[in-house]
């Protein structure tokens, strides 16, 4: 077996409405039935959603209070005061601020923007900010993808006499900022027929009422904080995405394009991956590690030369930020191993000081993807006994209800249910993990803490082509609630195995189907190769895409998971190197047995005595403990029913490993013939007595055998008593009895070692495999897989 790295989960196609979707709209069976499983089952719905340029934005002012905001801001304009776009500092804060000034700048207002600094000023509106607007002539401030939880802050607005505009997505808390608008989709008794929209949707959405048309020349950046932010990319949020991916890739901005130089990405056919993992990282750097204005200029210049300079400066800042990331997860994970192991903490709250605030949030994300725990990362301010940290979480625990049950001790929390940012007092810091692993253990059970991977569809190899990848192609952009799709090719047989890669890192396989094989690519699955058989069925898990090389097209798949669900029997048999073989496996699941005490000592097996068990009349293998281990066999048993019962003993191994190592060669030195026995006893007969240690060699010689022969005879006759040995002298014995030869045990043990040895050492692994199956089932398979 080869255990997968995730649980699996497979969703099941109803095969009615796939096939609906398959007479009705001409689809592919696999395109209809991943279609069906996600939910999308009505005909014009599915038409709709595979072709956007049939389907339009909401009437913007279905949102609650946009007439409001659109009435005031107009009024701004037309009486020239000044209006201050108030934003953040992620890549959603600076592509909603973007859209607004774009805007604004359309309309002929006098504006600026104001992006607080994360380290001075933390998350969100503050009061200094807002009566330094009061004092700079500000009249009204228009928050984009902030605001909802600003409540003192609209208090102070007020009382200086500043208007408050606030467009946000975030999830309101229960009490409601005093705000002169509040546009928010998620707003209590807000009507508005999608509530999934990121901070620069809502932006645009504002957008659209004040200029009266949608505009669609900002969706270059409307679909960048989109992305970027993880909202789900169904609904509205699928056409911003779709239609601004397009308008990405021949952008006039002079900012874009730079930004899309630095990512190597000019001229290419963009997806949402290369805006998710390219330039959404590289524009949310500049705000964790300073201030977010340059992002800002840069998505707002029209000077060239200004776009390339800030661009390769962002770039800069990217790298640091990952070099930051690295570090401080390096000690994240120490501090877990150490002080808080997972076994004994369901949700992980780590705090250190100086961590720096901005990348604490790709921190915790990378704790969660290693022990898949819910986390909490937190940097310590000792000077202002403060912790500011991210959270992020796993399925099952909604993080940002879990801290709502905490406000008590969280003055400062906002966020959704899989993240959350937050600022708490350090004297509350014991108390915040302890509670928020109570809340964990009411909630969540021992399998929610094994990571899950969801599986779309289930297919065959045959059932892959390009035409269908070309097809899959109509279901993009893929994001949140539109993930890129995963498929599961179940049991399938292997046609190739082999590790590729400068450093062998990476697995190549080719699957075989009926009609079709499929090449499949493991990028840091190469280890993964010493685990699996050569004619092992395999079960993959991955991503469908189009290799282009040289001219030639070919389907083939990504792994994201594997498994091999049979027993395998690994043939080591021979093997010259066998210490270094078993130094790819896990020690842990390694269990040695051996018949015999010089195998250790043969097989240089010192360093693995603590994993080897020597079977002896102490050891029996009725007490041995072996199930989930990688049995190792290192050498032979004494008959094959001590090999039947070890098998049935150890049933529930995960796998075998036969090396089967013998000194003594018994096949190839086989039992001497009748004749030789009988010419042999004839022999001795005739001389009375005869010294066979000094003189068998020469014996032997005569004959064409072996002295190892002449000694097996010998002792043969001395069992049977035919003979007496005394010192190396044989003497006949007068009128011995008729025996067989069989009643001799080492005639007997010579016979089993020969037969243990063809069987064992010197057939076939088909046939070796055949031996070991005890399930009928298993063997079937096997020989129809074979």
């Not at 001497?672 to 001795?684: A, E, G, I, M, Q």
């Given at each position: 077996m080869l255990n997968s790295r995730t649980r699996w989960c497979v969703a099941e196609v109803d095969q009615s409405k796939r096939n609906e979707l398959v007479d009705s709209l001409g689809l592919s069976p696999l395109v209809a039935g991943l279609l069906v499983n996600r939910g999308k089952q009505d005909i014009e719905e599915v038409t709709n959603f595979l072709h956007t340029e049939n389907v339009d934005f909401y009437d913007p002012y279905l949102m609650d209070g946009m007439d409001l905001a659109v009435e005031r801001i107009k009024k701004a304009i037309e009486q020239e005061e000044k209006i201050l776009i108030f934003g953040d500092y992620d890549a959603d804060g600076v592509s909603s601020t973007s859209v607004m000034i774009y805007t604004l700048r359309e309309l002929g207002a006098d504006f600026d923007y104001y992006i607080p600094n994360r380290f001075t000023e933390g998350y969100g509106p503050n009061e200094a900010a807002f009566r330094w607007a009061q004092d700079q002539g500000y009249t009204l401030i228009v928050t984009v993808d902030t605001g909802i939880s600003a409540i003192h802050e609209a208090e102070v607005a007020k009382e200086i006499g500043l208007d408050l505009i606030i467009t946000d997505h975030h999830e309101p808390q229960p009490e409601l900022p005093d705000a002169y608008a509040t546009i928010n989709p998620k707003k209590p008794g807000c009507t508005y027929p999608f509530k999934g929209l990121a901070g620069v949707g809502v932006a645009f959405k504002v957008s659209h009422a004040l200029l009266g048309e949608a505009p669609l020349h900002l969706l270059d950046i409307a679909c960048i904080g989109t992305i970027a932010d993880l909202v789900p990319l169904v609904d509205e949020n699928r056409l911003i995405v779709k239609v601004g991916i397009q308008k990405l890739e021949t952008t006039p901005k002079p900012g874009l394009r730079a930004l899309l130089k630095v990512c190597g990405l000019v001229d290419k056919q963009l997806s949402s991956e290369h805006i998710g993992f390219g330039i959404g990282p590289r524009v949310n750097a500049a705000g964790r590690l300073d201030s977010a204005d340059p992002a800002v200029d840069l998505f707002t210049t029209s000077d060239t030369d200004q776009a390339k300079m800030i661009a390769q400066e962002i770039d800069a800042v990217n790298k640091e930020r990952q070099d930051l990331v690295n570090g401080i997860t390096k000690e994240a994970v120490e501090i877990v191993e150490k002080q808080y192991p997972p076994d004994d903490n369901s949700v992980l709250v780590i705090a250190k000081e100086d961590w720096n605030p901005g990348v604490i949030g790709i921190v915790a994300s990378r704790i969660v993807e290693k022990f898949y725990r819910p986390t909490i990362i937190l940097s310590i301010d000792p000077e202002k006994g403060v912790a500011k940290g991210s959270a992020r979480s796993i399925t099952g625990f909604d993080m940002f209800e879990n801290l709502s049950e905490c406000r008590d001790i969280l003055p400062h929390f906002g966020g959704h249910p899989m993240a959350a940012g937050m600022t708490l007092q350090l004297e509350y810091l014991d108390q915040l993990r302890e509670r928020l692993n109570r809340q964990a253990k009411e909630k969540l059970t021992e399998e929610d803490f094994s990571p899950t991977t969801s599986i779309d569809l289930q297919c065959s190899v045959d059932d892959i082509s390009l035409d269908v990848i070309e097809e899959l192609k109509a279901l993009e952009p893929f994001g949140v609630d539109n993930p890129k799709p995963r498929f599961l090719i179940d049991q399938c047989r292997l046609k190739e195995i082999r590790r590729i890669g400068s450093d062998s890192k990476h697995l190549k396989l080719s699957l075989k189907g009926d009609r079709s094989n499929l090449d499949v690519i493991g990028f840091h699955f190469g280890e993964v190769f010493e685990e699996i058989t050569p004619n092992a069925s395999i079960s993959v898990v991955g991503e469908l895409s189009i290799n282009e090389w040289n001219g030639f097209r070919k389907p083939q798949l990504m792994i994201q998971d594997i498994a091999v669900k049979e027993k395998q029997l690994f043939d080591y048999r021979g093997i010259k190197n066998l210490t270094s073989r078993l130094e790819l496996l896990d020690r842990n699941k390694v269990q040695l047995l051996s018949f015999k005490e010089e195998t250790i000592e043969s097989l240089s097996l010192k360093n693995w005595e603590d994993r080897i068990i020597q079977i002896s009349e102490e050891v029996s293998l009725e007490s041995l403990e072996l199930e989930g281990r990688y049995l190792i066999i290192l050498?032979?048993?004494?008959?094959?029913?001590?090999?039947?019962?070890?098998?049935?003993?150890?049933?529930?191994?995960?796998?075998?490993?036969?090396?089967?190592?013998?000194?003594?060669?018994?096949?190839?030195?086989?039992?001497?013939?009748?004749?030789?026995?009988?010419?042999?006893?004839?022999?001795?007969?005739?001389?009375?007595?005869?010294?066979?240690?000094?003189r068998a060699a020469d014996l032997a010689a005569y004959k064409g055998w072996t002295k190892e022969s002449v000694y097996f005879m010998s002792q043969v006759f001395f069992e049977l008593e035919f003979v007496t040995i005394d010192n190396g002298v044989i003497t006949v014995t007068d009128q011995p009895m008729k025996r067989p030869l069989t009643e001799s045990a080492t005639y007997r043990r010579k016979q089993e070692q020969a037969s243990l040895e063809n069987d064992l050492c010197y057939s076939s692994y088909r046939d070796l495999k055949r031996w070991f199956f005890e399930d009928e089932k298993d063997a079937v398979r096997f020989e129809e897989a074979y």
């Open positions: 050498d032979l048993p004494s008959s094959k029913d001590q090999l039947k019962q070890l098998m049935n003993y150890g049933s529930s191994v995960e796998r075998v490993y036969t090396v089967f190592h013998h000194e003594e060669d018994h096949y190839f030195n086989p039992i001497p013939t009748r004749d030789s026995f009988k010419w042999y006893y004839s022999f001795l007969k005739k001389q009375g007595t005869f010294d066979y240690k000094t």
